[in-house]
């Protein structure tokens, strides 16, 4: 069973670090992913948040660790949708 909460877990942990200089970083963003998985379960919700995420992180501001958790993050959720 989901948990509607989560959602919003996941919106205020990046608005945290997107607060903070404008920037996430892959721990801040593998820490909100971790909010989605902790029922088992990434449902449409989180994936809807876990897309908008990704789609306001600047594109130069993308080093290797970041990268590595994007695809993790992608992949999961194509997953998801798939399954």
Do not use: C, W, Y
Not at 25 to 50: K, S
């Amino acid at each position: 069973m989901t948990n509607a909460k989560d959602n919003i877990e996941m919106v205020l942990k990046s608005a945290e670090g997107f607060r903070r200089g404008g920037k996430l970083n892959a721990r801040e963003l593998g820490e909100i992913l971790d909010i989605a998985e902790r029922d088992g379960v990434i449902d449409q919700d989180e994936i809807r948040v876990l897309r908008n995420i990704i789609s306001r992180i600047d594109p130069l501001e993308i080093d290797n660790a970041m990268r590595h958790k994007m695809t993790e993050i992608l992949e999961k959720i194509s997953n998801q949708t798939q399954g």
